[in-house]
Nanobody, 126 residues
Framework: VQLQASGGGLVQAGGSLRLSCAAS????????MGWFRQAPGKEREFVGV????????AYADSVKGRFTISRDNAKNTVYLQMNSLKPEDTAVYYC????????????????????WGQGTLVTVSS
């Protein structure tokens, strides 16, 4: 599967952005989709995940209540709506395709995903 993330940019603290990730090359509705991020000098960290149908999601504590993941299987696209952004949200954001359709036991770990997009940079100014 090929993943193309977009929608990053520069935003002031308290603002919002919506990231998109378009998938191709594999039946999109057969796998969960995750979002990760990597800040300069830090390891890639889990942000959130959505199952194949969109009925189940999970989030990192740091973004819970501010970020929302959704998906449109007809458009082969997953979204990350980010509200109330903080400077510490500054990072390159990556979408990833899960190894299966469900939010499984490894959903917050890199090994729970077998395909990655190229990343899109989000910069939040204070």
């Amino acid at each position: 599967v090929q993943l193309q993330a977009s929608g990053g940019g520069l935003v002031q603290a308290g603002g919002s952005l919506r990231l998109s990730c378009a998938a191709s090359g594999r039946t999109f509705s057969r796998y969960a989709m995750g979002w990760f991020r990597q800040a300069p000098g830090k390891e890639r960290e889990f942000v959130g995940v959505i199952n194949w149908s969109g009925s189940s999601t999970a989030y990192a504590d740091s973004v819970k209540g501010r970020f929302t993941i959704s998906r449109d299987n007809a458009k082969n696209t997953v979204y990350l709506q980010m509200n109330s952004l903080k400077p510490e949200d500054t990072a390159v954001y990556y979408c990833a395709a899960g190894v299966g359709p469900y939010v499984g036991p490894y959903y917050s770990r890199l090994e729970g995903y077998d395909a990655w997009g190229q990343g899109t940079l989000v910069t939040v100014s204070s």
